[in-house]
Each structure stands twice: as structure tokens, then as C-alpha cells.
């Protein structure tokens, strides 16, 4: 048994499933692969990966019916997922990263981001065993966070998050009422440089608010800075 991450690489492209493997087993990675949907379901329940790179176009299941089932299913909804999109519609991003997709790339692209975005994502949702120092736990109103459990709770009840959901809200957490525009939350809650849409972002407040506000559509907590960005109301 392998004390690796294991990585699952799902793409009904063989050429690409073997170019993306090749560098992530090249970054030390275990990595399994699967070419259809109904297979990497199937996959993902069998392994437990600790990430999926997942292609949206897919024979059987699509990205977008995997990625729903796997944040639907508690036993593999904290399973992290970067979505692979030959689609350059925004809207087709967009509805990846809101069902649960902690990131996305777009096709074609470079197997050297694949591999620092899987990174990037990874050491952002590194259990409580991994992380070298203790950090407080964070309190905001009835909004609790401790970074070292990853976990989340409001009201006393758990919030399940994915990990880029969970990064912003610790980095808001962490900086109660200051106003942050989108670059500066991919950057300093992300942890990597962004150059792709701001809409990103977005994707992910509205997550966030689904799952935190009592009225999402017209949130308190999460506020919208016109012509900056967002911060948390204090």
C-alpha cells in the first residue's frame, strides 16, 4: 500500500490521460485512471482518492453529474476535484466550480499547471496530521473555523466545504471586515497566482453564501464591495 496521494485522472482521451499521468507520477504522485464516467464513480468509490482530475465531457456520467455525486455522498464529498473543460463558454465553468469543483482548466493546456493546480489544491486540504504548527481557531458571530481540523461550523452545526471554499472563508476569518478584491482572494487565500476569469471567484462566494447565509440572495455575511470585491461583516 502506497503512502502516496493517490490522484485519479479521468479523461476519455487516452492521450491526455497519459500526459497528465506522466507528470503527476513525475511529482511523486500515485496516480489511477479511469476513460468514462461510470467507471470513475465507480473508481472514486473503490479508492478514495485524495484529488480527481476530471474531464466534463465524459461517455456515461458527465464532470458535472461526478462532481455532484461526489459532494453529495459524505463519504467522498471532502474528496477534492479539479475540472478539466475544452469548453470556453463561462457558464460551463461556472456551473463546475458551483457544483463543487475546487478548480478548473481549461483544454488545451500545460501539464505543468495541471500539476501545480493539483498541488496548490492539495496542500490547501492537508488533514490536521500534515499541518507543523497549530493555528488558533477562528470566531466570526456564530461562525466557527479551525484550520487544524478543517473544520467548519455555524450555529454549532458542521458546514461541509470544499477546499478552496474553505480557504477563502479562513482567509475572510482571518480579516474580519476588510474588503478584498478576487485577484487578492485566488493569491493570499489560494495560495497561487490567477490569470483566468474573475467569475472564478464568484462561483465560489455563491457557494459559500448557499451553505452559510439564511437568505442567500441577499447575504449579511459575506458582503459584496461594489468595485472592489468582498469581505466579511465583522
Do not use: C
Amino acid at each position: 500500500m502506497t503512502d502516496r496521494q493517490t490522484i485519479l485522472v479521468v479523461d476519455d482521451d487516452p492521450k491526455i490521460v497519459r500526459l497528465v499521468r506522466s507528470y503527476l507520477e513525475q511529482a511523486g504522485f500515485h496516480v489511477e485512471v479511469a476513460y468514462d464516467g461510470d467507471e470513475a464513480w465507480r473508481s472514486i468509490q473503490r479508492l478514495h482518492p485524495n484529488l480527481v482530475v476530471l474531464d466534463l465531457m465524459l461517455p456515461g456520467r458527465d464532470g458535472l453529474a461526478i462532481t455532484q455525486a461526489v459532494r453529495s455522498d459524505p463519504a467522498t464529498r471532502d474528496i477534492a476535484i479539479l475540472m478539466l473543460t475544452a469548453r470556453v463558454e463561462d457558464i460551463d465553468r461556472i456551473l463546475g466550480l458551483e457544483m463543487g469543483a475546487d478548480d478548473y482548466v481549461t483544454k488545451p493546456f500545460n501539464p505543468r499547471e495541471v500539476t501545480a493546480r493539483v498541488k496548490a489544491i492539495l496542500r490547501r486540504s492537508a488533514p490536521a496530521a500534515e499541518v507543523k504548527s497549530s493555528a488558533p481557531a477562528l470566531q466570526v458571530g456564530d461562525l466557527t473555523l479551525d484550520p487544524d481540523a478543517h473544520v467548519v461550523e455555524k450555529a454549532g452545526q458542521p458546514v461541509a466545504l470544499t477546499p478552496s471554499e474553505f480557504d477563502i472563508l479562513h482567509l475572510f476569518m482571518r480579516n474580519p471586515g476588510r474588503a478584498f478584491t478576487r485577484t487578492q482572494l485566488i493569491e493570499e487565500g489560494l495560495g497561487y497566482e490567477y490569470a483566468g476569469l474573475e467569475r472564478t471567484v464568484d462561483s465560489h462566494i455563491k457557494n459559500l453564501r448557499r451553505k452559510l447565509e439564511e437568505n442567500p440572495r441577499a447575504p449579511v455575511l459575506i458582503e459584496t464591495v461594489f468595485g472592489v470585491g468582498y469581505r466579511l461583516n465583522p
